[in-house]
């Protein structure tokens, strides 16, 4: 790293630091602690990170394998492959593992990755709660994972509508699983989204006020606003299922007083800003991915940014949209749908000001950029499918039959899945400081695209031809094998496609070209850092004067110095201006985040089966809390000022 | 407010049904009456569209007609027989008259609309510890949601519903407490934030916590497979609508269309937010830095475009130093009467907010607006205009050119 | 490669903020969300549970004792009196009264531990009775949760203001302390409102 | 019956949204073909602009921020947002209308009928002023061509969904809370109804026929199924009687005129007059019966019906009688 040093001193009376004495002193601060121990103590969010991305995918993997086996078993009608058992785990572990254990965790996991670089910090605001997060969805996603394979797998849908869920109709241990396993995932992304936006206020870098936030930036922003609105109802749901089955409460039991609906206003109220949850840091990954390879900033930032707060904002006033079918009051439905439909609003504008963006720009159809692309066909057909079923009498056609299927299927996968795949191939030079192999990302985005295509276009067809979802089997006189063998093939050229992936990124690990530290020319801080980037980021904290800083000073960027570097030290902005406030300790390595992630695990693994569970559990969880938050007094500057204060 | 004379009211007696009660009629013309004057003795003094912008004034009269329109029309007589009418009434005061209103800025002509003496008895008043005191914690942002927020849900308690429907005076309670704390709300979300209290993010985050609670209560009458308030029952069949139609319709209105009111607020005020200029590559205003080294507060707003740099406002008056002039603002008191931003405590309505003096043409209605007679008005405003409601404060020469160079700086 | 030109110091800056120049006063208001969000789940649970039943509570079920609720709700809202002086000692590095109001405030959590042991047996239902029963155990447990959690936060909060190892920066937690501990205990109001006082309206 | 079942064999648009044979199906068929045409035209216009602002040739030398052409954009970005909400706006307005045609509520006349929904058939039941007259059946609707059906939709155990497209939309059956909806077919023909709530293991078995006929054949249907069932006119079919009431089955199923009277599953007084077994799974034939008794789990894993080991006399002699069951 080339390092320009001014001549004279900024602060007179003070030698001036040799640039490599400062990044040698930082090199000795923030070093990872070696062996096993100090990866498991590691802070580091872009270790963290990795981590995360890398349990993340390997979730996508096993889901994907999930819905292979679906697509064998409805290959043809009356398949004996698998049972209704086995059939119904693995759709419910398909969806659960889907959403809870992939979509919303690697969403956040490139988001704790990147965004501290973005914005030009050194870490999250709190480095130990994300380590924690991370562990207590691995563990929480590994629990779900042993217990379906030992044949305990959740069997009531990755929705668990009660009664079904209730104790009545599911006794023994498989929607206790599923309950627990929420509230693992629900509590990593609570945190996750709490460090989120506390490092988004508090630890920009100077002048990156927040009208010059990157996109991106701004789309986690508002991911993690709606994380924390959303998730805790569905935590409180599934906290309440879990009290109906262990201690007999009655939630949701007719007979008592309780209500069937009351878990769908709650799921729903969860579950429709869920799909935005995900949606919406795709949003920043396109709009990230279209400035770069068109070369101009996106077009309309502030309608951009307006778009995705109301987004955010809508998400939470429709939920009633999936409740269609349950009886809603007839004078209602006009205005759900209109409520509904408005939300394409804001998708337009960004589409039109991405068309824009490109029209005008110099575009340079790299990999990423194809899937920005592949992205927009996809999303629109989704989109256009949404628009449909907000109207009632036609959502009462296809309510809960693979016309859902199909339209989920597109605006998840093409709209969050291929910006995230984009997402890989642009920031995989960063993560790895390799790049990967462009011919063999044209294989994966175009059989992708393709597969895509062929297997989820014919369920529309097939929703209305009267196929109902979630269902093992059909008999061959529905005339629904036809297409139902075309979806299945189109799985596989899917499945073909994420091999392609999987060897271009094993390939690439070994052999790829040396990426160098902004091999697109991008105009985010991340590209100012090495690839991949040193423990701290940044040897100087740099300073922001334009939305755009590596197309403003391509060479040098402002910065400032006055950090500690015998110590790990961060600088702490204010939330609108970002004008520098305080400098702050950041924390060592530890290993108590896993400690407490551990008694976590335990206190709601046991709660399954003993009521003395939540006895245990809390009371390892509060000796891992006090051995966290107990300090170490290793600072003796700081030390000796509340000695002289007192 | 007589709400419930006689027979209830039927679908062919609507028209006609104009409530003109006194207790609403007067109050409503004196409002208008006391903007109306206020405006053009404000207007005369600083130049039209000074102080209160002709778009605040046009804010104030959609809202006051808003007011009205719930207030007076039939709509008021309907809410008596139907709750789904009661609601429409309800949302007009809370989410349109009430944030339109604010916007109108009403206190300042208010104060402006009576004679210099009572001002300046007014201003000692409200410029007092206690009186600001109150107003402080009224309107905190979090006081200001909580009392909105519980007198919208504690009045939908049936019990204590039906019993609007019984009394005139606890119906006229009701409304007093809706537009009431409405009011603080709204103040606290568009004008809260120029006062530092609450930046914008926070203002969108009350808009939106409040659109969410506001939407569930209406979620919660949709659903409901009971009424809530049977009172309504006996008559709303009238009018083609069974009790729990009506109910849910009321629902309904309170959740999509009053929640779109607080959407279509916080999304105006990021736009306004987002859309100050970035053309031009702003620089790190170092001079904050260095006042933070001082250990003073950030200075919010510093350097913002439209406003000038700390060192242009410096050179501009000659060598004020803006720093100073700030804290000489806190000093002096000059917050108790007038709102200016990046001062602790400057929120005062009396006199015409200073932000953005820069900009304006004149100073008091008098001057031409340049350093040399800015420094003038604020060391000896009687010396200027010996009508004027500004007192001398003992403002030397000195800090009065640090008070310029500081108000340049606003935008 | 970027190199970067120095062109501020800021050594000079604090190492110890309060209130929302602090991230972690952040981090507290982020907990609070969510926490006030499940409590409101448990509220809106509440009114929605209500249209299954014509009486409420249903028949044969008493309505809550009123005695201890209010004692603990009065209690509540009067230890925020400790607490600001807590907050206001911290925010004035005063090591001596934060230990002091901490050690107060502390005992005062603990008492309103043991008011809420008795606030079950005052509601005069169980939770497995019935639909009613279980949501007003739901929501009081919620906030008893809570109310266990900031006790032992307390108390090791606490024990660390007599630790040989506090820095100046640990007493920007007293603040964030005081934050959680407005929350907690105004926000019981409402709630005390719904699940004691309610019965007797609804 | 077999003209019934005919039908059943070549469901194929038995079972389809596409081929409405009601009004409230033929307004979501509507809806449906208008926003289908609008989304496939306005996917090409937008595919054709994003491709040409991709593809476009470009000048050497384009100037990159340009003011004069970036406030065009905006101008055309402005535009086409307009446009959508316009055309959402057009889709909400016909949404409207289709809407309160679809739900307005069902006239006076209307034939009334209730479901319920079970782990995993159907029991339905066309009610009467006098309960003598009561007709209770399984997974097969009668309905007159031509006259509006409202049924009630009840479930008691867990959520199900009631669904036969060609007539109408869905309408979940929900414990604890009554639902209902109408419909009328418009054509005499079988059309199928699925379980569209997934609700536990047999979700995929759990089919309902509407049978829409005559007015007249529809009464007779009527009539015929308030009788009670024939006692046993041959040693065979008396020997299968005293089988039936004297094995499992009486414990589950009942047959109006016997002593079997338990409503744990479906009552079979008519079960011969059905067209299929076990919800719309089998065709109702001699065979499909007796492998449905004898191991209905190899049939329908996990339903609810246990295997019954008969002698082979004996479930010939079931058979028999279960035929006369018409």
Not at chain 1, 101 to 119: H, K, N, Q, R, W
Not at chain 1, 180 to 205: D, G, M, P
Not at chain 2, 308 to 325: I, M
Request: with cysteine; charged share 15%; net charge neutral.
């Amino acid at each position: 790293m080339s390092l320009t040093v001014p001549a004279v001193p900024h602060e007179p009376g003070r030698a001036p630091e040799s640039a490599a004495e400062v990044v040698g002193r930082l090199e000795d601060t923030w070093r990872a602690r070696p062996g096993l121990r100090g990866w498991l103590s590691s802070v580091d969010h872009k270790s963290i990170g990795k981590r995360y991305i890398i349990t993340a995918f390997v979730f996508f993997l096993l889901g994907g394998i999930e819905a292979a086996v679906m697509r064998a078993q409805l290959a043809r009608p009356e398949n004996g492959l698998i049972g209704p058992d086995a059939y119904n785990q693995i759709f419910t572990m398909h969806g659960t593992t889907m959403m809870f254990l992939f979509a919303v965790p690697v969403m956040d996991a490139v988001g704790l990755y990147l965004v501290p670089l973005m914005i030009g910090g050194r870490n999250v605001a709190f480095p130990r709660l994300n380590a924690y997060g991370y562990w207590v969805y691995l563990f929480g996603g590994a629990f779900l994972y042993v217990m379906f394979f030992l044949n305990t797998g959740p069997d009531t849908g990755w929705f668990s509508y009660v009664p079904l869920a209730g104790p009545e109709f599911s006794p023994g241990k498989r929607v206790d699983v599923w309950a627990q396993t929420v509230t693992f995932t629900e509590i990593s992304a609570l945190v996750a989204s709490v460090e989120l936006i506390v490092t988004i206020f508090k630890t920009r870098a100077p002048g990156m006020t927040l009208n010059r936030m990157p996109l991106y930036v701004w789309s986690m922003l508002v991911q993690s606003f709606m994380v924390l609105f959303a998730m805790p109802w569905v935590a409180s749901a599934s906290m309440f299922l879990a009290m109906d089955r262990l201690v007999g409460t009655h939630f949701f039991n007719p007979a008592e007083g309780g209500d069937a609906l009351l878990w769908q206003h709650l799921f729903w109220f969860f579950g429709h800003p869920e799909v935005y949850i995900i949606f919406v840091p795709a949003l920043g990954f396109v709009s990230s991915i279209v400035a770069t390879f068109t070369r101009r900033p996106v077009f309309g930032y502030p309608a951009m940014v307006l778009s995705m707060v109301a987004t955010g904002f809508l998400a939470f006033g429709l939920w009633v949209h999936h409740m269609f079918v349950t009886g809603i009051p007839q004078l209602g439905a006009s205005f759900f749908t209109a409520a509904s439909m408005m939300i394409a609003i804001p998708s337009g504008v960004q589409i039109f000001c991405w068309i824009a963006t490109i029209w005008s720009g110099r575009p340079r159809f790299a990999v990423p950029f194809l899937f920005v692309l592949g992205f927009v066909a996809l999303f629109l057909i989704g989109g256009f499918t949404g628009v449909m079923i907000a109207s009632v009498p036609f959502d009462t056609q296809v309510h809960d039959t693979f016309f859902i299927v199909a339209h989920f299927h597109y605006v998840l996968i093409g709209g969050a899945v291929f910006p995230l795949f984009g997402a890989f191939y642009y920031w995989f030079p960063k993560v790895t400081g390799r790049m990967l192999d462009e011919r063999l990302g044209r294989w994966n985005f175009w059989l992708f695209f393709i597969g895509m295509n062929v297997t989820f276009f014919p369920m529309h067809e097939l929703g209305l031809l009267g196929m109902p979802r979630r269902v093992y089997t059909y008999l061959p006189e529905t005339g629904w094998g036809g297409l139902n063998l075309l979806a299945s093939i189109g799985a596989v050229t899917i499945a073909v496609s994420v091999v392609v992936f999987l060897v271009n990124v094993a390939r690439s690990l070994r052999v790829g070209e040396a990426a160098g530290a902004n091999p697109w020319g991008a105009d985010t801080l991340e590209w100012a850092a090495t690839s991949p980037p040193r423990p701290y980021n940044f040897a100087f904290t740099p300073v922001v004067e334009s939305r755009e800083p590596m197309w403003q000073h391509p060479a040098e960027l402002p910065a400032v110095e006055g950090l500690r570097t015998d110590v790990r030290e961060v600088l702490v902005t204010t939330l609108l201006d970002a004008e520098p406030d305080s400098r702050h300790r950041h924390p060592e390595p530890t290993i108590w985040p896993l400690i407490a992630a551990i008694a976590t695990a335990v206190l709601f693994i046991t709660l399954i089966f003993t009521p003395w569970g939540a006895v245990i559990g809390t009371v390892l969880l509060f000796l891992a809390f006090v051995g966290w938050a107990w300090p170490r007094g290793k600072d003796h500057q700081e030390q000796l000022m509340i000695e002289a204060e007192s | 407010m007589i709400a419930h004379p006689g027979e209830p009211l039927g679908p062919h007696q609507l028209w006609g049904a104009w409530s003109w009660e006194p207790g609403i009629v007067l109050p409503l013309g004196l409002a208008a009456g006391l903007y109306a004057i206020g405006l053009r003795a404000l207007w005369r003094a600083a130049g039209p569209g000074r102080g209160i912008r002709k778009r605040d004034a046009a804010a104030f009269a959609l809202g006051w007609a808003t007011l009205a329109l719930a207030l007076l029309s039939p709509l008021h007589r309907l809410g008596e027989v139907l709750f789904a009418a009661h609601m429409v009434q309800h949302e007009l005061l809370m989410a349109l008259a009430a944030p339109l209103l604010v916007l109108g800025r009403p206190l300042v002509p208010f104060v402006w609309a009576v004679p210099p003496g009572w001002r300046r008895t007014l201003g000692r008043w409200t410029g007092g510890d206690r009186f600001r005191g109150v107003w402080a914690t009224l309107t905190h942002p979090v006081a200001a949601w909580s009392l909105h927020a519980a007198a919208i849900w504690i009045w939908h308690v049936p019990s204590l519903y039906e019993a609007t429907l019984r009394s005139e005076a606890v119906h006229a309670l009701q409304h007093a407490s809706f537009l009431g704390t409405a009011l603080l709300f709204w103040w606290s979300v568009l004008e809260g934030r120029r006062h530092g209290r609450l930046g914008w993010p926070g203002a969108v985050i009350a808009l939106f916590t409040t659109a969410v609670h506001t939407s569930i209560l209406g979620a919660l009458l949709t659903f409901s497979t009971r009424p809530w308030y049977p009172a309504y029952g006996a008559v709303s069949a009238a009018w083609g609508l069974t009790p729990l139609e009506d109910q849910q319709l009321a629902g309904l209105i309170m959740w999509v269309p009053g929640g779109l009111a607080y959407l279509v607020a916080a999304l105006a005020l990021l736009a306004s937010w987002l859309a100050e200029p970035e053309h031009t590559p702003r620089r790190l205003p170092l001079g904050a830095v260095s006042l933070v080294l001082v250990g003073t507060l950030a200075l919010a707003g510093c350097g913002r475009s439209g406003a000038l740099s700390f060192e242009e406002a410096a050179r501009l008056t000659g060598g004020g130093n803006p720093a100073r002039g700030r804290l000489a603002i806190r000093q002096y008191g000059c917050g108790a009467c007038h709102t200016v931003s990046g001062v602790r405590g400057a929120d005062g309505l009396v006199g015409p907010p200073l932000d953005g003096i820069g900009g304006r043409s004149y100073i008091a209605g008098v001057l031409t607006n340049t350093p040399q007679h800015m420094i003038r008005w604020i060391v000896d405003p009687h010396g200027v205009d010996s009508l004027t409601a500004m007192p001398a404060t003992g403002v030397g020469e000195r800090e009065a050119r640090d008070i310029a160079s500081y108000l340049y700086t606003r935008r | 490669m970027t190199g970067f030109r120095i062109v501020a110091n800021v050594t000079e800056l604090p190492t110890t903020t309060f209130g929302h120049r602090s991230p972690m006063w952040w981090g507290t208001i982020g907990f609070i969300v969510i926490e006030g969000s499940t409590l409101f789940i448990c509220a809106i649970s509440y009114f929605y549970l209500r249209r299954n039943f014509l009486n409420w509570p249903p028949e044969g079920v008493f309505r809550p004792a009123l005695t201890v609720a209010t004692v603990q709700a009065a209690l509540m809202v009067l230890s925020n009196i400790p607490m600001a002086m807590v907050d206001r000692a911290a925010r004035r590095l005063d090591l001596r009264a934060v230990r002091v109001g901490m050690v107060v405030c502390t005992l005062l959590a603990l008492v309103m531990c043991v008011l809420r042991a008795l606030e079950f047996e005052a509601l005069n239902v169980r939770w497995d009775s019935n639909a009613y029963g279980t949501v007003a155990w739901a929501v009081l447990t919620a906030h008893a949760t809570l109310l266990l959690l900031e006790t032992l936060e307390s108390l090791v909060f606490t024990a660390l203001l007599f630790s040989p190892n506090l820095e100046q920066r640990d007493l920007a937690g007293a603040s964030d302390n005081a934050l959680y501990w407005y929350f907690l205990t105004l926000v019981w109001i409402p709630l005390y409102a719904i699940v004691f006082l309610s019965p007797y309206v609804m | 019956m077999s003209a019934v079942l005919q039908a059943v064999l070549q469901f194929p648009g038995a079972h389809s949204a596409l081929k409405p044979a009601g009004p409230q199906a033929r307004i979501a068929e509507g809806l449906w073909n208008s926003m289908y045409a609008t989304a496939i035209v306005v996917f090409l216009l937008v595919m054709a602009a994003l491709l040409w602002a991709a593809f476009r040739r470009r000048r050497a030398e384009e100037p990159a921020p340009d003011p004069a052409r970036e406030r065009r954009m905006r101008r055309v970005v402005a535009a086409a947002v307009g446009i959508t909400t316009i055309v959402l706006f057009t889709f909400l307005v016909s949404d409207i209308s289709a809407g309160r045609a679809v739900t307005a509520t069902p006239g006076k006349d209307a034939i009334q009928i209730i479901v319920t929904g079970h782990q995993w058939w159907w029991e339905v039941q066309y009610r009467d002023s006098v309960p003598q007259r009561w007709v209770t059946t399984a997974n097969e609707i009668h309905v007159p061509v031509g006259r509006q059906v409202a049924v009630e939709l009840r479930s008691t155990d867990v959520i199900h969904s009631f669904w036969p497209p060609n007539l109408t939309g869905k309408r979940d059956l929900i414990p604890g809370n009554e639902n209902s909806l109408w419909f009328q077919a418009d054509s005499a023909g079988v059309y199928r109804a699925e379980c569209a709530e997934y609700c536990g293991h047999e979700h995929a078995k759990m089919a309902l026929l509407v049978v829409a006929q005559s007015p007249d054949s529809f009464a007779r249907w009527l009539t015929q199924q308030r009788d009670t069932a024939h006692t046993p006119a041959d040693s065979l079919t008396s020997r299968g009687q005293e089988v039936f009431l004297s094995s499992a089955c009486a414990m589950c199923h009942s047959i109006a005129g016997t002593p079997a009277g338990s409503r744990v599953g479906p009552d079979l007084t008519h079960l011969a007059g059905r067209a299929t077994i076990a919800a719309g799974t089998l065709p109702n034939t001699r065979g499909n019966l007796a492998g449905w008794i004898v191991d209905p789990q190899r049939i329908k894993p996990g339903a609810r019906m246990p295997p019954n080991q008969l002698d082979p006399a004996d479930l010939r002699a079931l058979l028999a009688y279960l035929e006369t069951l018409r």
